[in-house]
């Protein structure tokens, strides 16, 4: 295969796509990686496609390292929210031990969580109050509070969250895209959810639906080590790379 027709075919692929991996690249064009790297280098400086981590995305693909704070979350997708939270909650259990990740969407979660034995750990000091409020036993990480987002963040709450092991963890997230996974602007809370994830027997990710395709600067976990739970998958490629319940 000539070079302008690999080119071609890696550029049709990613736009149709949005996000492709290497991998995929490989099997698709027959060729090493090697080969794959090299020409998504030369695409990338052309400008037809931007390179990243693991593989390529469309170039209108969404990128953003710019947190938005709590207030503008919370007037996103509320309906969708407000369902993906119903359900997430239905998945606590008797006697689970949880870590409730700090985000708008896992707040909503704590209204519908049924009144059991469960015990919470959470980096949200918003999401603390209302456990305690609800009468569940709750614990707040100790580390540094970041008043955009509510949370707390930093090396003390790193270190905390390894030393737990929960049943379940109930995460937001900033993106999800096939080539850097899930992704947050911040890379101390991409920390933080990391160790939360490697912590725990189940991971499930909360994000609706304007979450996918999205890419933000710091990846804290690659597509298959969480559970999605979203309002409506609107490009079924994810599917193949973990499990996904669809709420609405």
Known sequence: MLTEERHQIITDTVNS???VTINELCRILNVSGSTVKRDLN???EAGKITKVRGGAMSVSE???AIEKNV???ASICTAEKEAIAAYAATLVESGDFVFIDAGTTTEKMIDHLPQKDVTFVTNGFIHAKKLAQRNFKVFITGGEIKASTEAIVGA???LTLKNYNFTKCFMGTNGISLTAGFTTPD????RVKAAAIESSRKAFVLADHSKFDEI???TFAQLNKASIITDTLTNRKFAAYTL???VL
Do not use: D, P, Q, T
């Not at 890379?187 to 991409?190: F, G």
């Open 17 to 19: 796509r949005k996000s």
């Open 42 to 44: 030369i695409l990338a």
């Open 62 to 64: 969404g990128f953003s």
């Open 71 to 73: 207030e503008e979350k």
């Open 156 to 158: 003390e709450c790193v």
């Open 187 to 190: 890379v101390n809370e991409a």
């Open 216 to 218: 933000s600067s710091a």
């Open 244 to 246: 996904i319940k669809e």
